[in-house]
C-alpha cells in the first residue's frame, strides 16, 4: 500500500493547513520536519494525556452496574428474545434469564450502582462518570476491539493513540508519545497505519526477571555510548540525504525520528520503568506484590509513571473477560485481578494533583447478555455463562474535565438496549478528543485522495458528561 502523498512538502504544507485547524502555519512546518513537534490545541483543553484501561473480553455489566429486577425475578426461567430469533446466537437458544452475581448497589454520595466484586471501584464512585448505553457494531472480539481501537471493523487505520500523538505530539522527547502496555497480539490495536511511524504505539511487556528488558531492542548491545551516536549520525545523514530527494516521505521521516527516540530512551527509559524507588505505601495501594493483583498493579502504576513523565498516551491492557462459561466462578477473578490496580491508579492520580489533567477511560469491546449461555446444553444454570452484547454496555471515565460521581444512560428492562443516553463509539472517541482541546471533525490525514480522521463521518461530542 503506497501512503507517501504524490506532491511536494510545500502543496502538502498548503493543503493540510486547510483540513487541519488545530495547527497554526509555524506548527505545520514544524510538524513536516518532525512527527512529534509540539501542537497548539484547537481550543482549550481539559486533558493533556489519556491513559485508557483495556478490560479484553467483555466485561459483565448486568453483573457489575448494570442489574435489571425482571432478569433477577425471571431468573432459570425463559424470557421473549429481545432481538431478530433468527440471528445467530450461540448456546442462547433457550433465553434463560441469569440475575446477577453479587450485589450490585449504590455507592458514594452519587449513589452510583457498582458490584460487590469490585469493593475497590465503589470507593472511586464519587470520581468517575458512568455510562450504562455505550454501543458499537460487531459481537465478535477482534473486529469489536478493532473499532474501539481504531474507529473501524476491518481495514487497518491509525489507533486512537495514534491520532492523538499526531494531534497534540510530544511532551518529552525522551520517551515515545503512546505507550501500550501488555497489548494483544492484534498490533493494528496500537498502529499508526498511514501516518507518520513515529505515532505507532511503542509496546511494553512488565519483566518477569530483571535481565529482561520491558521494551524490545532498547539495550545497547555495542555498550559504547559514543560508537553509537556515531553509527546513528552517519545513517541519519544518508536517511535524510534520501529524505530530501523524495521530498516527503512519511515512513522515512517517521524512521528518522524513532531512530533518535531509541538513542534517547536508553538512558531515560530504563529508570522510569523501575518501580523500585516508590514508597511502600504506593506500591500496598496498588496491590504490588500481591499474587492476584502484582502484574496489573505494576501496569497501573507503570502508566501513571509515564503519563507524569509526559506520555500523551498509555493503554493498559488487561483480560481474561470472556466469561462464556462458569461466570460465577470466572468473574469474581478477574474482578480481583483488576479491581485494585484500576480504583488505585485514580487514588494516586488525584493525590498527586494529576486527575485533573489526565484523562482515564475504562472499557471492555462489548458488554455480555442479560440471558445466560449454556455450551454444553447440559449444565445447570449456576454453570452458564453470558453471550457477546454489542448493543449496550458500560463505560466509566474519570479526570480530564468529565463530570465526577455522576451516570449517564439508561437501557431497557432486559438490560439489552439502550432507551436513553446511547453513545456509539464515536461518540466516546469525539468526545475523548474534545477533552483534549482537538476537533473530532478536522483531526484528519489525507490518505488516498481523501481525508480520514478517528470519527470517520460519524461522532458527537457527549456534552452530558462533562464538567
Known amino acids: 500500500m503506497n501512503t507517501t502523498p504524490a506532491f511536494s512538502r510545500r502543496s502538502w504544507l498548503q493543503r493540510t493547513a486547510s483540513g487541519f485547524g488545530a495547527l497554526a502555519l509555524h506548527d505545520l512546518v514544524q510538524a513536516a520536519q518532525t512527527p512529534l513537534a509540539v501542537k497548539a490545541p484547537r481550543f482549550p483543553a481539559k486533558a493533556k494525556r489519556v491513559i485508557f484501561l483495556f478490560m479484553s473480553g467483555g466485561p459483565s455489566q448486568p453483573d457489575l452496574f448494570d442489574p435489571k429486577d425482571y432478569i433477577k425475578r425471571m431468573h432459570g426461567k425463559t ?120 505515532h505507532q504505539g511503542t509496546k511494553v511487556v512488565i519483566p518477569q526477571g530483571d535481565k529482561q528488558s520491558p521494551i524490545d531492542y532498547l539495550a545497547d548491545v555495542s555498550g559504547d555510548a559514543k560508537a553509537q551516536r556515531a553509527r546513528i549520525d552517519f545513517t541519519q545523514r544518508m536517511n535524510r540525504r534520501l529524505l530530501k530527494g523524495a521530498e516527503v516521505d512519511a515512513r522515512m521521516e517517521g524512521m528518522i525520528e524513532s531512530m533518535e527516540i531509541a538513542f534517547r530512551m536508553q538512558s531515560a527509559t530504563p529508570e522510569l520503568v523501575d518501580i523500585s524507588n516508590e514508597s511502600e505505601a504506593t506500591k500496598k495501594l496498588y496491590g504490588i506484590g500481591e499474587k492476584t493483583t502484582d502484574k496489573n498493579g505494576r501496569a497501573c502504576l507503570l502508566a501513571r509513571r509515564l503519563s507524569e513523565a509526559g506520555v500523551r498516551f498509555v493503554q493498559v491492557t488487561m483480560g481474561g473477560w470472556d466469561h462464556h462459561g462458569n ?71 474519570a479526570g480530564g474535565g468529565i463530570k465526577p460521581g455522576f451516570t449517564f444512560g439508561e437501557t431497557d428492562d432486559f438490560g439489552f438496549r439502550p432507551v436513553s443516553g446511547k453513545v456509539h463509539l464515536h461518540d466516546l472517541h469525539a468526545t475523548i478528543l474534545h477533552q483534549l482541546g482537538l476537533d473530532h471533525e478536522k483531526l484528519t490525514w489525507r490518505h488516498l485522495g481523501r481525508d480520514f480522521r478517528l470519527t470517520d463521518v460519524y461522532g458527537n461530542v457527549v456534552k452530558e458528561i462533562l464538567a
Not at 166 to 172: F, I, K, Q, S
Not at 359 to 366: D, P
Request: proline share 7%.
Open 327 to 397: 461466570i460465577r466462578d470466572a468473574l469474581p477473578k478477574s474482578c480481583s485481578e483488576t479491581d485494585q490496580p484500576c480504583a488505585a491508579l485514580i487514588k494516586d492520580l488525584k493525590s498527586r494533583g494529576l486527575l485533573d489533567d489526565t484523562l482515564v477511560v475504562w472499557s471492555g469491546e462489548f458488554g455480555r447478555t442479560p440471558w445466560s449461555q449454556d455450551l454444553s446444553g447440559t449444565s445447570p444454570i449456576h454453570k452458564h455463562g453470558r453471550e457477546h452484547q454489542p448493543e449496550s454496555f458500560c463505560t466509566w471515565m
Open 79 to 198: 424470557i421473549s428474545a429481545p432481538i431478530n430469533t433468527n440471528e445467530l446466537r450461540v448456546g442462547t437458544d433457550k433465553f434463560l434469564a441469569l440475575a446477577t452475581h453479587g450485589e450490585v448497589k449504590p455507592r458514594g454520595q452519587s449513589g452510583m450502582m457498582i458490584s460487590d466484586l469490585l469493593p475497590h471501584t465503589a470507593t472511586i464512585a464519587d470520581e468517575i462518570s458512568l455510562l450504562r448505553a455505550v454501543h458499537s457494531d460487531n459481537n465478535q472480539h477482534q473486529p469489536a476491539a478493532l473499532q474501539f481501537h481504531t474507529g473501524v471493523t476491518a481495514d487497518v487505520r491509525p489507533s486512537m493513540g495514534s491520532w492523538i500523538s499526531y494531534g497534540l505530539g510530544a511532551e518529552n522527547s525522551n520517551l515515545p508519545n503512546f505507550i501500550t502496555i501488555h497489548p494483544d497480539s492484534d498490533t493494528r490495536l496500537y498502529g499508526a497505519s498511514f501516518l507518520p511511524a513515529a
